[in-house]
Each structure stands twice: as structure tokens, then as C-alpha cells.
């Protein structure tokens, strides 16, 4: 075993030892996290086109597999937006005519994909794809899926059915209907959305969700909400969730959405929870996480649950509100097992619009342009990449969404990597430092037939004609006798790359110019020692740029 990763292991077998004191944190925390995660795991079984007992099924079997197997102490495994609205894309290619039972034996199989994929990508050590979704794109596709989710709960808002389509045809299709809306349910939302905000905004800690549910379900008891045309959520089946295997025959119609769904999940939940965290706590482990997250859906699989992943808001709460270890999951568990078993004739009478209120307020931080401004004012580029992932979402559909921000993920990396910093460095006045050109700097000094020339980043075939090309422009303009290239910042030259170095410094020197190298890291210096331009430079190769400076200056004086 790699010793790193068996000390971390052993820190956190150390540090998983469970105190007696923290029982009273995870109790605290697990029943805080409830109020949350109960209410908005039925919004979001609503999302994704499912009955509502399918989300608590959700918070029950998946949270308890990860509760046991995570290495996130904080994370709180069920599901979120993402997934839900990701779920609700891939039923509605697979089960068209919305019966109940088909549309739960279908998400039961993505579920199963989703495990399936993320315990054998688990297995081969793929943690690091988490990184293939920049911040910047990862925000953007949240915008875009935050659009979508409020697009597709307005309709349960009016009162009004529409036929789904893509993002502008639901668009179109809602503002038609608004004549039809039903007052009674348009007055319940527009409360309801004015309870859940005003309570965010003036009693944060308050567990807000729960207090709607709890209002809806009390108004529509006291009140006979069904009589005034509003939509009531109905039967809820009492109990555990009953063993189902998963429906086979769907495997080759959803696998392609699994990937997509397996990534988002690893995703979301590696960032929630490195997020939060504690400082004194182990890192997760992507690997061992990927593992967690794959059993999790494996087991939901066979308990007619749909996809699930770690939330962000769930997982902040249970941070807050002082979770020590994953015991803090068990007592979620706990809750909605009660839930389940004692409290679904009340769920029953839950109107819909008290539940897409939900639904709308939970998902209005992903539409928040702080993320955007925050973006916008260090890098403009990044900020039209996470517009381009909004955009492709809302266009495209969900899961084309999820590819086109891989896609720009990657087209970063290959940008960057094409274009490497190039730049000339010059000395500082009456020191020995040297800095990039800048007109910030003008007294900085250049020293008289020579061109001192940086570069960043690993010499590879990508980026070694961008290096190249601008080492000729800086050449053309500088006239040097020595070009010395600071290699500091460069960990190792590829073949090509070298090659195209070689080449560089045979036409500098058949145009009177010497090329000389200094600060090579120690496998650069290997592979240069090894090629041609090794031996052409054998002595024309320093330890740093001050001795590289020096002994050009004395070369001028001798040759003075």
C-alpha cells in the first residue's frame, strides 16, 4: 500500500473512535437535519416525476449504506436537485405514460447503473474525474438546472397541466395556461413562498421546509384545500420500502444518463464534502468514496429508490448544527423510518403547490448570480464558460447539459495547455531579482545583449509551438547575443517538445545567437542531459539565474 495513503488511513482510523460527548452533537444534528432532508426529499421525488414515498425511501436506504461506508463525516446522502431533475429526464424517454409503478421500477434501474458505475470506477481508482468539472462550469450547469427545475414546478404553482417538452416549449406552454391558473392554489404558493423566504430571511436556523409541509398539511385538514380545486399529494403506502428488483430490460435505454448521473453524484458529493469539512477531520477519500456512493445506489436500487448523491444544503445544515460523525445520518434514518411508518396519512393530505414552493425556494441559490459576479471579476473567460454550461443545459436538455460542461472542462485543459505563459523577465534595479516585464515596473532593468525568457508549465507537444513562437517574436524584437531560458517553472520537457527546443537552438545559433538554460528541475535536467542538447549545451547550463547573469556579465567584461 502507498505509505501516504496508508497513514491517512490510519489517521482517520484513530480519529474514528467515537466519543461519548459527541452522541448529544449527532443527536442534535440528525434531527435538525431531518427537518430538512424529509421535505425536501419528497420535493424532489416530485421533480423527478415520482410519487413522494419515493424520495423518503431515498433519505432511508442510501443514507444509512453511506452512513456506514462513507469517509465524509459530515455528508448527508439522498438526493438533490440535479439528480432529481437528471432522473426526470431519463423517465420521461422510457416511460412515457407516467404509471406509477413503471416509473419507479425504472428509476430503481438507474439507481442500479448509477451504483454499479461509481463502484467500478471506484475500483480502478478513477476518483481524480472529479476534477474534469471546473467550479466556474459546475456553477453554470447548477444555473441551468436551477432554470429548469422553476420552469417545470410553475405549472404546480398555477394549478394548471401542461404538455412537457423542452425548455422553451414548458416556457411557452405555462404562459398560455396562466388564464386557466387556479386561484386557490395560485394564493397557497404565493404563501407558501412568502413563508419559506421570509423564514430563510428572518429565522434562518428555523428548519423552513418543515414548516410549510407542516402548514400545508394543517390547512388542507382544516381547511378542506381539496374542495377549492388544489391538488393534494394523496395515498402514501405506510411502511419500509418492499424489495423490488430493478427493471433489466431498461438497461441498455438508460445507461448512457447513468454515466452522466454517476459523475454528477461523485461530483456534488466529493465537493460538499470537502466543503465542510472540520479542520481536525480526515479528508475524504475519492476513491473509497466513489465505493461509499456506489453501494449506496446499489442497495437503494432494490428498495425502489432513485438515484442519490450528497447535498450541499443538507450537508450544511447537519455541519452547522454540530454533527460529529455519520451517527448524526443514522438519526436522519431514524426520523424518516418514523416518518414512513407513522405519518403518511398526513403526508397524504400535503397539497402539490405547497410542495413545488418548496421545491422553487430550495433551488433559487443555484439561480443566484453571486457565483457569476464572483467569477466574472478575477476571470472574464471563465465566466463565459459557466454562461456556455447554463446555456447548455437550458438548450441542449439536462444530459447533453452535463456533457457540453465536460466538454468545456476539457477544452480548458486544452487551451491552457496550447497556450502556456511566454514572457521576458527583467532585473529589478540594484538587486539580483528578477521579474516578469511589466509597465507596472518600468524601472526594471534589461541587461544589453541579453533576452532573460520564462515560460510556465510542463514542454509538451500541445504547448511547445506556442513557446516557440513567442521565443521568436521576443528574439525578433530584443536583437539578444544570449537568450537565457529560466526553467524554474517547467517540471519536465516531453520528447516533441524537446525536439522543438533542439531545432530552436540550432537556428538561433546559426543566426549568431547562444541559447543557455538554467534552474532545471531535476527530471527536466535528466531528459536534456540525455538528448542532443545536452552535449551541444554541456556548458551553457546553470543552477540558477543569478549565476546564469553572472557569468554572462563577466563574458561581456572579458570581451571588452
Not at 57 to 74: E, I, K, N
Not at 286 to 315: D, V, Y
Not at 425 to 440: C, Q
Given at each position: 500500500m502507498d505509505p501516504l495513503y496508508d497513514g491517512v488511513v490510519r489517521q482517520a482510523?484513530?480519529?474514528?473512535?467515537?466519543?461519548?460527548?459527541?452522541?448529544?452533537?449527532?443527536?442534535?444534528?440528525?434531527?435538525?437535519?431531518?427537518?430538512?432532508?424529509?421535505?425536501?426529499?419528497?420535493a424532489f421525488a416530485g421533480i423527478a416525476g415520482l410519487p413522494v414515498q419515493a424520495g423518503?425511501?431515498?433519505?432511508?436506504?442510501?443514507?444509512?449504506?453511506?452512513?456506514?461506508?462513507?469517509?465524509?463525516?459530515?455528508?448527508?446522502?439522498?438526493?438533490?436537485?440535479?439528480?432529481?431533475?437528471?432522473?426526470?429526464?431519463?423517465?420521461?424517454?422510457?416511460?412515457?405514460?407516467?404509471?406509477?409503478?413503471?416509473?419507479?421500477?425504472?428509476?430503481?434501474?438507474?439507481?442500479?447503473?448509477?451504483?454499479?458505475?461509481?463502484?467500478?470506477?471506484g475500483i480502478l481508482r478513477l476518483g481524480f474525474l472529479a476534477n474534469f468539472i471546473s467550479d466556474p462550469v459546475l456553477t453554470g450547469f447548477k444555473a441551468g438546472i436551477g432554470l429548469v427545475i422553476v420552469v417545470d414546478q410553475v405549472p404546480k404553482l398555477l394549478g394548471v397541466h401542461i404538455e412537457r417538452g423542452n425548455f422553451f416549449h414548458n416556457v411557452f406552454s405555462t404562459l398560455r395556461q396562466v388564464p386557466e391558473a387556479n386561484r386557490a392554489t395560485l394564493i397557497l404558493a404565493a404563501v407558501m413562498i412568502a413563508i419559506l423566504f421570509g423564514m430563510e430571511r428572518f429565522f434562518p436556523k428555523t428548519p423552513a421546509p418543515l414548516v410549510a409541509v407542516v402548514l400545508g398539511v394543517a390547512a388542507a385538514r382544516f381547511f378542506g384545500l381539496k374542495g377549492f380545486g388544489i391538488a393534494l399529494t394523496g395515498h402514501i403506502p405506510a411502511g419500509i420500502p418492499t424489495p423490488a428488483l430493478p427493471d433489466l430490460s431498461l438497461v441498455l435505454k438508460l445507461w448512457p444518463g447513468a454515466i452522466g448521473m454517476a459523475l454528477m453524484s461523485f461530483t456534488e458529493s466529493i465537493a460538499a464534502g470537502r466543503a465542510f469539512a472540520a479542520h481536525n477531520d480526515p479528508p475524504p477519500l475519492p476513491n473509497r468514496e466513489l465505493i461509499a456512493l456506489g453501494a449506496s445506489n446499489l442497495a437503494g436500487s432494490f428498495f425502489q429508490c432513485f438515484p442519490a448523491g450528497g447535498g450541499t444544503s443538507q450537508t450544511a445544515v447537519n455541519s452547522r448544527a454540530g454533527a460529529r460523525t455519520q451517527v448524526a445520518a443514522l438519526v436522519t434514518v431514524a426520523m424518516a423510518l418514523a416518518t414512513l411508518l407513522f405519518l403518511?396519512?398526513?403526508?397524504?393530505?400535503?397539497?402539490?403547490?405547497?410542495?413545488?414552493?418548496?421545491?422553487?425556494?430550495?433551488?433559487?441559490?443555484?439561480?443566484?448570480?453571486?457565483?457569476?459576479?464572483?467569477?466574472?471579476?478575477?476571470?472574464?473567460?471563465?465566466?463565459?464558460?459557466?454562461?456556455?454550461?447554463?446555456?447548455?443545459?437550458?438548450?441542449?436538455?439536462?444530459?447533453?447539459?452535463?456533457?457540453?460542461?465536460?466538454?468545456?472542462?476539457?477544452?480548458?485543459?486544452?487551451?491552457?495547455?496550447?497556450?502556456?505563459?511566454?514572457?521576458?523577465?527583467?532585473?529589478?534595479?540594484?538587486?539580483?531579482?528578477?521579474?516578469?516585464?511589466?509597465?507596472?515596473?518600468?524601472?526594471?532593468?534589461?541587461?544589453?545583449?541579453?533576452?532573460?525568457?520564462?515560460?510556465?508549465?510542463?514542454?509538451?507537444?500541445?504547448?511547445?509551438?506556442?513557446?516557440?513562437?513567442?521565443?521568436?517574436?521576443?528574439?525578433?524584437?530584443?536583437?539578444?547575443?544570449?537568450?537565457?531560458?529560466?526553467?524554474?517553472?517547467?517540471?519536465?520537457?516531453?520528447?516533441?517538445?524537446?525536439?522543438?527546443?533542439?531545432?530552436?537552438?540550432?537556428?538561433?545559433?546559426?543566426?549568431?545567437?547562444?541559447?543557455?538554460?538554467?534552474?532545471?528541475?531535476?527530471?527536466?535536467?535528466?531528459?536534456?542531459?540525455?538528448?542532443?542538447?545536452?552535449?551541444?549545451?554541456?556548458?551553457?547550463?546553470?543552477?540558477?539565474?543569478?549565476?546564469?547573469?553572472?557569468?554572462?556579465?563577466?563574458?561581456?567584461?572579458?570581451?571588452?
Amino acid at each position: 500500500m502507498d505509505p501516504l495513503y496508508d497513514g491517512v488511513v490510519r489517521q482517520a482510523g484513530r480519529q474514528s473512535k467515537y466519543q461519548r460527548d459527541w452522541l448529544r452533537f449527532d443527536a442534535v444534528a440528525g434531527l435538525t437535519t431531518a427537518a430538512v432532508v424529509i421535505p425536501k426529499s419528497m420535493a424532489f421525488a416530485g421533480i423527478a416525476g415520482l410519487p413522494v414515498q419515493a424520495g423518503l425511501y431515498v433519505s432511508l436506504v442510501p443514507m444509512f449504506v453511506y452512513a456506514l461506508l462513507g469517509t465524509s463525516r459530515p455528508l448527508s446522502v439522498s438526493s438533490t436537485s440535479t439528480l432529481a431533475i437528471l432522473t426526470a429526464t431519463e423517465l420521461a424517454i422510457v416511460v412515457p405514460g407516467r404509471d406509477p409503478g413503471q416509473l419507479m421500477a425504472a428509476a430503481s434501474t438507474l439507481a442500479l447503473l448509477v451504483g454499479g458505475i461509481l463502484i467500478l470506477a471506484g475500483i480502478l481508482r478513477l476518483g481524480f474525474l472529479a476534477n474534469f468539472i471546473s467550479d466556474p462550469v459546475l456553477t453554470g450547469f447548477k444555473a441551468g438546472i436551477g432554470l429548469v427545475i422553476v420552469v417545470d414546478q410553475v405549472p404546480k404553482l398555477l394549478g394548471v397541466h401542461i404538455e412537457r417538452g423542452n425548455f422553451f416549449h414548458n416556457v411557452f406552454s405555462t404562459l398560455r395556461q396562466v388564464p386557466e391558473a387556479n386561484r386557490a392554489t395560485l394564493i397557497l404558493a404565493a404563501v407558501m413562498i412568502a413563508i419559506l423566504f421570509g423564514m430563510e430571511r428572518f429565522f434562518p436556523k428555523t428548519p423552513a421546509p418543515l414548516v410549510a409541509v407542516v402548514l400545508g398539511v394543517a390547512a388542507a385538514r382544516f381547511f378542506g384545500l381539496k374542495g377549492f380545486g388544489i391538488a393534494l399529494t394523496g395515498h402514501i403506502p405506510a411502511g419500509i420500502p418492499t424489495p423490488a428488483l430493478p427493471d433489466l430490460s431498461l438497461v441498455l435505454k438508460l445507461w448512457p444518463g447513468a454515466i452522466g448521473m454517476a459523475l454528477m453524484s461523485f461530483t456534488e458529493s466529493i465537493a460538499a464534502g470537502r466543503a465542510f469539512a472540520a479542520h481536525n477531520d480526515p479528508p475524504p477519500l475519492p476513491n473509497r468514496e466513489l465505493i461509499a456512493l456506489g453501494a449506496s445506489n446499489l442497495a437503494g436500487s432494490f428498495f425502489q429508490c432513485f438515484p442519490a448523491g450528497g447535498g450541499t444544503s443538507q450537508t450544511a445544515v447537519n455541519s452547522r448544527a454540530g454533527a460529529r460523525t455519520q451517527v448524526a445520518a443514522l438519526v436522519t434514518v431514524a426520523m424518516a423510518l418514523a416518518t414512513l411508518l407513522f405519518l403518511s396519512p398526513l403526508i397524504s393530505l400535503l397539497p402539490q403547490a405547497t410542495l413545488a414552493a418548496v421545491v422553487v425556494v430550495t433551488t433559487f441559490p443555484l439561480l443566484s448570480t453571486a457565483g457569476f459576479r464572483s467569477i466574472l471579476e478575477v476571470r472574464r473567460t471563465e465566466f463565459l464558460w459557466a454562461l456556455a454550461a447554463c446555456a447548455g443545459v437550458v438548450l441542449l436538455g439536462t444530459l447533453r447539459g452535463i456533457l457540453v460542461a465536460v466538454a468545456i472542462s476539457l477544452l480548458t485543459l486544452f487551451y491552457q495547455a496550447n497556450h502556456p505563459l511566454v514572457y521576458a523577465v527583467r532585473r529589478k534595479a540594484g538587486t539580483d531579482v528578477f521579474r516578469p516585464e511589466s509597465g507596472d515596473h518600468p524601472e526594471d532593468e534589461s541587461i544589453p545583449g541579453l533576452l532573460i525568457v520564462r515560460t510556465e508549465g510542463r514542454m509538451t507537444f500541445a504547448s511547445a509551438p506556442r513557446v516557440r513562437h513567442r521565443l521568436r517574436a521576443l528574439v525578433e524584437e530584443a536583437h539578444p547575443e544570449v537568450v537565457i531560458l529560466e526553467c524554474s517553472a517547467i517540471p519536465d520537457f516531453e520528447y516533441t517538445a524537446l525536439q522543438d527546443l533542439v531545432e530552436a537552438e540550432e537556428k538561433l545559433r546559426e543566426g549568431g545567437i547562444m541559447l543557455w538554460l538554467t534552474a532545471l528541475n531535476p527530471e527536466a535536467l535528466n531528459v536534456v542531459q540525455r538528448s542532443p542538447l545536452g552535449k551541444a549545451l554541456a556548458d551553457r547550463m546553470f543552477f540558477n539565474l543569478r549565476d546564469a547573469v553572472t557569468a554572462f556579465e563577466k563574458r561581456e567584461r572579458a570581451a571588452q
